[in-house]
Antibody, heavy 116, light 110 residues
Framework: EVQLVESGGGLVKPGGSLRLSCAAS????????MNWVRQAPGKGLEWVSS????????YYADSVKGRFTISRDNAKNSLYLQMNSLRAEDTAVYYC?????????WGQGTLVTVSS | QSVLTQPPSASGTPGQRVTISCSGS????????VNWYQQLPGTAPKLLIY???QRPSGVPDRFSGSKSGTSASLAISGLQSEDEADYYC???????????FGGGTKLTVL
């Protein structure tokens, strides 16, 4: 069974940093691209970043480019999102997502709150 | 404002057929496939339709998707109370070099 478990969320002050992790199990992690998607309270889904299976291709939404860094450790079956220079508008539930050709899988999400 | 435009709300009565539209442009829907997601309150999104009109295993055939030009639609037939949820379309955008979601449509079953 595919499982994605996010962690690392919490309360941080504007300008601060946070590192999110996503532990993957139940599939060959090194074979799949991974994504981070966020959802601000009461708002819609927003794609944040994607990374290819071997980390060769990385993409970011304009809203986080230059502040967030996605990475992965295939030996540890883990996906990461390093978030720097956090702003109030980054407050959201952050989901990690894995998509195959015929389905996709989401974690339960981790809440990041940016507030003074 | 989202790159992909969806109506903010839709509604129907049990048993009815409802459609939700998603309007984009040549750089997203016009040149890439569309996925649809269902999000029940307090839960993570769930893939309903991939590659414009394909259903993952386990998704009832009451749900169907279509695409024409720069627009896509999700149809739900035989509406049930448990279909009350938020629905999102998504597609890769070649100009923005990123994935885009529609703003979401809240479906109410009356």
């Amino acid at each position: 069974e595919v499982q994605l478990v996010e962690s690392g969320g919490g309360l941080v002050k504007p300008g601060g940093s946070l590192r999110l992790s996503c532990a993957a199990s139940g599939f060959t992690f090194s074979s799949y691209s991974m994504n981070w998607v966020r959802q601000a309270p009461g708002k819609g889904l927003e794609w944040v970043s994607s990374i290819s299976s071997s980390s060769s291709y990385i993409y970011y939404a304009d809203s986080v480019k230059g502040r967030f860094t996605i990475s992965r450790d295939n030996a540890k079956n883990s996906l990461y999102l390093q978030m720097n220079s956090l702003r109030a508008e980054d407050t959201a539930v952050y989901y990690c997502e894995m998509a195959t050709t015929t389905n996709d899988y989401w974690g339960q999400g981790t809440l990041v709150t940016v507030s003074s | 404002q989202s790159v992909l435009t969806q109506p903010p709300s839709a509604s129907g009565t049990p048993g009815q057929r409802v459609t939700i539209s998603c309007s984009g442009s040549s750089s997203n829907i016009g040149s890439n496939t569309v996925n649809w997601y269902q999000q029940l309150p307090g839960t993570a999104p769930k893939l309903l339709i991939y590659s414009n009109n394909q259903r993952p295993s386990g998704v009832p055939d009451r749900f169907s998707g279509s695409k024409s030009g720069t627009s896509a639609s999700l149809a739900i037939s035989g509406l049930q109370s448990e279909d009350e949820a938020d629905y999102y379309c998504a597609a890769w955008d070649d100009s923005l070099n990123g994935r885009r979601f529609g703003g979401g449509t809240k479906l109410t079953v009356l």
